[in-house]
Structures are given as structure tokens and as C-alpha cells.
């Protein structure tokens, strides 16, 4: 059997890959993340007192599904965004409203906690990504990705007014990124976007603290098209996005402008390139995700990041690339692998 590992709401890629695992006529089910509390599934583990292992079983309507006969698992995601609010009620009152923040929390852990078993359980069977891997040290995958050849810009971390402003003045041209996942913070009638925003000597002149929180920065670097690398084992699809052409995705192409999409268009690689990124995705332990690249207006590949949940649905579809019918036909693959294997 193939196990999913998603959640229930924005996630249509999940729902694509399940058409095509349909189509082929195989064994699967799918656990929502947010299933653990929601009433739609019962879930039990127990130590097994002659293995000494931790094993599960989840029952689902009439269906029953034991750990045992799980082969292949795909992580896509992990909750719904609001499950950090299951407990909440508006309030003006400060100690309330901590009260249920911290409520919240402990109970967001609790069900982390169940969720990471499942990986436990099964982490000797086939993964297609793994909750473990959904977000990367940022900073170790910088290091590592020069080391495996790339061009990486100049980076900077700091919360030292007077080291950003050196950085800045040194650069002229600078951006700053989150140190983890970009974000939208949602207030009551207003939200804050975490995504890559522009930084000069200007924007610097008008910060009065000396210090800071924590802060990631970077060169930036001046770009012909921006890259995405969809990578799946050792098969890579590139595609190049031209956002430079649009003002509100120049800096960033995940700004998205839906009345104007970028043009988006399949790559050959350098082979050299493509030997750096399968040489990278391994030293990191990676089968599947997106890897970000720059190809600057001097000719060169600059590396960004890599994404182990990245958007790939869009650019397949436009570009036809059927990664989604991959994806399925390599679980149906593993699963049948592990059948044998474990008889």
C-alpha cells in the first residue's frame, strides 16, 4: 500500500498525483495532517512487547490500515495552516489570549509529535521526501551547495546595525529573505509578507536601533531569468522564469501576478551543472523537491536555495511535463519493490 502524507485544503497537487495513482489502478491512502484531530480518522500505536517496535493502525469509515502493509510513502505536508488555532476565542484580555497561544502550541507540539512517529514507524520503507526533511537548514545548504561548485551570492547574518550597514555600503544593491520559510503573518485586518524584500543604504539610514533581531541579507544579484530545478531521484526538470519583464515579480517570481503570469519556458542545463545538482540533493539526502537557481547577466548559475515541498504543479502543467504521473508510477514502483523485499 502507498501512504500520502498531506492536508486537506490548497493542496490540489496531492489531489493530481492521487487522480494518476487512480488511473493506475493502485492501493493508497491518504492522511491529512490535520485528520489526527479532526475526528475523520482514529489512529493507534503501540510497542510491540516481542519486537520491541513502535507500530500503528489507522481506521478510516470502514477501512483499516496497519503500518505492516504500508510500502512507499510520499510527504507533500504536514497541517493546515489553522491548526495552531483549534483552541481560540477573540478576547481583549492579554492572559487569555497567552493563555490560548500557549495552548495552542502545547497541543501543535503534541500532534507534531504523533505525526513524527509515523515517520519512525515506517522509516526502513520506501520515502519520497519525509516530514524530517521539510525545511532544511538554510545556512548548512548554502555551505554545502559551495562545496559541491555553486556560485552562492555574498551572505550576510546579523543583528548589528553597524556590520549591515558596512554590508550595504559595500554591495549598494542587497535583499533581505527569511533564515527559514518565507510566510505571511496575518494580523486582525491586515497581513505582513516575509517574502524576499530589497535593502539599500537608504532603507538601512532609517533603522535608529543599533540591534536588531537576527537578520538574513544577501547580494542581489541582477538576473536574465530566474531558474527552478524540479528534481525527482535523478531525473531534474529546469525551468527557466522570466519574471524580469513584470515589476512585481523582478525581484522575486513567487510574488506571483496572476494577471500577467511570467513566461515560463523548459531548459537544457550545462551537464556540469545538472552533475552539481544531483551531487548536491545527495550530499543532503533528498530524492525529491525544488531547487532555485539565478542565471545572472553575466552568464552565470547562482544558487538560492532548495525547497523539499516546493510548487511544481503550475510549471508542469503549462510545460507538460507529467511530473505528477511520475511521482505516481515511482511510488507503485517502491511499493511493488517493497512487497517482494519484505516476504
Known amino acids: 500500500m502507498i501512504l500520502i502524507l498531506s492536508r486537506e485544503s490548497a493542496e490540489i497537487t496531492t489531489d493530481t498525483v492521487i487522480d494518476w495513482l487512480e488511473n493506475l489502478g493502485c492501493d493508497y491512502f491518504r492522511l491529512n495532517g490535520e485528520d489526527l484531530v479532526n475526528e475523520k480518522c482514529l489512529i493507534d500505536f503501540s510497542l510491540n512487547n516481542s519486537s520491541n517496535e513502535w507500530r500503528f493502525t489507522i481506521f478510516h469509515k470502514n477501512q483499516r490500515i496497519d503500518s505492516e502493509d504500508i510500502n512507499a510513502i510520499w510527504f507533500r505536508r504536514s497541517f493546515d495552516w489553522d491548526i495552531d488555532r483549534r483552541y481560540w476565542f477573540d478576547s ?21 509529535a504523533a505525526y513524527n512517529l509515523i515517520e519512525n514507524v515506517l522509516k526502513s520503507r520506501f520515502w519520497l ?14 555551505s554545502k551547495a559551495r562545496k559541491c561548485g555553486f556560485q552562492i551570492p555574498e551572505s ?3 543583528n548589528n546595525l553597524k556590520e549591515l550597514n558596512c554590508f550595504v555600503h559595500k554591495h549598494k544593491s542587497c535583499i533581505t529573505k527569511p533564515s527559514v520559510d518565507a510566510t505571511v503573518l496575518i494580523g486582525s485586518d491586515f497581513g505582513i509578507s516575509t517574502m524576499t524584500k530589497k535593502i539599500n543604504t537608504e532603507i538601512v539610514s532609517k533603522i535608529r536601533s543599533p540591534f536588531f533581531a537576527p537578520s538574513f541579507f544577501q547580494v542581489q544579484i541582477d538576473k536574465v531569468y530566474e ?10 526538470f529546469p525551468v527557466a522564469i522570466f519574471s524580469q519583464s513584470n515589476p512585481k515579480t523582478i525581484l522575486d517570481y513567487r510574488n506571483y501576478d496572476e494577471k500577467i503570469p511570467n513566461r515560463l519556458e523548459l531548459l537544457k542545463l550545462p551537464e556540469s551543472l545538472s552533475k552539481k545538482i544531483l551531487k548536491l540533493v545527495k550530499s543532503i539526502d533528498l530524492n525529491f523537491g525544488c531547487i532555485d537557481l539565478i542565471k545572472s547577466t553575466k552568464g552565470d548559475y547562482v544558487f538560492l536555495e532548495v525547497n523539499p515541498v516546493g510548487q511544481f504543479l503550475g510549471h508542469s502543467a503549462i510545460l507538460n511535463l507529467q511530473i505528477e504521473k511520475y511521482i505516481a508510477k515511482i511510488l507503485i514502483q517502491n511499493d511493488e519493490i517493497q512487497k517482494v523485499q519484505r516476504v
Open 92 to 112: 481583549n484580555n492579554i492572559q487569555e489570549t497567552e493563555f490560548l497561544n500557549n495552548l495552542n502550541s502545547y497541543h501543535q507540539s503534541e500532534i507534531r
Open 129 to 142: 521526501s519525509r516530514p524530517s526533511k521539510r525545511a532544511m537548514d538554510k545556512f548548512e545548504v548554502l
Open 156 to 158: 550576510l547574518l546579523t
Open 227 to 236: 531558474i527552478r530545478v524540479i528534481f525527482l531521484q535523478e531525473r531534474l
